[in-house]
């Protein structure tokens, strides 16, 4: 039990753009709806840049900020008015940081698009901390057999591939492709594969084949060397193509490889805009599908689905002092799958 008036260690950024500051800061108190929650393991991820750099304008972050929403921890605190859940229980909190409950979205059951929805670090503090407050309705359950450090690339990277899969067209035995390998892709891979699908990995170059195999890809396509819309229609072409690299360019080399009726399923937001060739979707039935992550219900599946098929991130691990290591390798690609800030508490 920490102490409440204390203060901890903290990664903050004073403006876009501007660098990581590890500070003091008061340690938060949970409001009425909140719990505090003692952060073991928080992810990188690449929406952090919305903090750090600045480079999605539509949130209107404030700051300095906290960013930090691949988070897992346990609670050490509940505000006054939260009932399901309590001190001691570890607890996930992703990308989705709270919904009104009473916007027509949250009433028609979509909390994810709720129209006032907060994001967890980007509108408020987040994970890259050693503790932070999230509202109740934000928590997912961490099953006993995951550590935090599994968990936390699993509550964002790990959701969007896992609820973009299950939601898909995609039946047990159909062909489904995971474009690109990074922190979405080796899950989605994983996901795809104890899904039951026949599932095909496309990357640039052979650096990753093995790993895609070790992944539990059933084929590899190296992009570089092959047209992978032709390869993907030489195995009766994809029924789902998972799309989790932002690059537009290799995204429309791919499109060309979906079955009839097949589904294009967008999860990362390109910089440059997306050039199809409409007439293949018309004459195909197919259909491009965009996807974000989920809510705290959703979360949690995708942790006991994640236990229970011993679905597991590769991470690589940084003290939160290194934050600017952690992050300038997770926008390099230069880290293993995940990078994951760990807490001075929990070194
Ligand atoms: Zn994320
Ligand atoms: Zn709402």
Known sequence: MSNINGTMKAAQVSSAGGAFEIVERKIPDPGPDQVRIKVE???????????????????????????????????DAVGADVTEWSTGQRVGVGWHGGHCFVCDTCRDGNFTNCEHKEITGITSDGGYAEYMVASHETLAAIPDGINPVTAGPLVCAGLTSYNALRRSIAQPGDLVAVQGIGGVGHTGIQFSRKMGFETVAVSRGTEKKALAHEMGAHHYIDSNATDPAVELSDLGGADVILATAPNSDAIEAVTGGLSPHGQLLVVAVPHHQLEVELAEFVNGRRSIQGWNCGHAYHTEETLEFSSMFAVEPMVDTYPLEEVDTAYERMMSGNTRLKAVIKPPHNL
Do not use: L, N
């Open 41 to 75: 393991a928080c992810g990188v991820c690449h929406g952090d840049a919305a903090v750090k750099d600045g480079d999605m304008p539509e949130f209107d972050v404030e700051y300095p900020r906290i960013p930090g929403h691949e988070v897992a921890g346990t609670i």
